[in-house]
């Protein structure tokens, strides 16, 4: 228990420290796409990119192999937990591990956040979503077991092909704090926190790295999973050490409608996340760098919520009576 509660935090401070200084909330970095921003959708995929690489690797290494590699493919469960989850990034205007993050920069409304999220794991624990499992798990979850060739050779590709593309498209928005990393630095970093979670797990003796599900449903069902209870809470460690000595930090309460939000997106977000069996991070980080088919749906998902969820919220507010008023 002790190698995976201090493997557990160490890979969640590295984790925490990358996503404060780089400002990566998945909300913010799917938002930003919708109004042609794109600096943490250019960190986001190149960190994968390098993950993806350093995975293969790290799955070929002795002593590894009780590592999760592949998560299964349940489209219905993966399809409608993406939605859920994107439409609960709309309503709390923040993800799961942006919550964490905010909370160790000092966003004290990220605990009303984190409550409504451990709520909607539980409530969602309870039940099980109809619908086949079309891919059951393991190597052939991924797009090399489905093409039938080695998964770094896929990995290399991917990551030559996302290289090239920012090569020519780097794109020209700066970071909106002069503390806040550009998005060569949030690859390089999160391609860095997403293999080293790994690897961290394998030592503390945990199937899957980086991720969210489980945690609160462990406690509850009294086989607590120590390692990624740990890395959660590192994470919020983690933003309070960036936050703390490079800039960011900013003890806040927040305005009373904020609250009512962060609650019922934060339900949102844990529902969502055990429904698609996996969460931002679960999915977003891990299992795309993993080269899930799944995950590449679970994203998909979350992108479209947020961009119906973001769309409809933009109506209802120009339809409102005080905006037919100005």
Known sequence: MITSVITGAVAGVAMGYVLQRGQLCFHSAIRGSMDGRFLLVRGWALGVALASVGLALLFLLPGTS???????????????????????????????SGLFYKLGSG??????????????????????????????????????????????????????????????????????????WGWRRVGLGLGVAITSGWALAALGGASFGPSSVGAVASIAGGSPNYWLITFLVGIVAGGTLAARTAGGFWVRGEEPVRYVQLAAGGLLLGAGGWIAGGCNLGHGLSGVAQLNVSSLVVVAAMVAGVWGAGLGSATVAQRSPAARST
Do not use: Y
């Not at 349940?74 to 993406?82: E, F, H, I, L, S």
């Not at 050779?153 to 092909?161: D, K, R």
């Open 66 to 96: 009780g590592l999760n590699q592949g998560l299964a493919f349940r489209p219905v469960a993966n399809v409608t937990g993406g939605l859920i989850i994107g439409i609960g990034m709309v309503v709390a205007k923040s993800c799961v």
């Open 107 to 180: 966003m004290l409304g990220a605990l009303v956040g984190l409550t409504g999220w451990a709520a909607g794991e539980l409530i969602a624990h309870q039940f099980t979503l109809p619908g086949p499992t079309v891919l059951a798990g393991g190597e052939a979850a991924t797009i090399p077991g489905l093409l039938g060739v080695p998964r770094l050779g896929v990995a290399v590709l991917l990551l030559l092909g996302v290289a090239i593309a920012l090569r020519f498209r780097p794109g020209r928005e700066s970071p909106a704090h002069d503390w806040q």
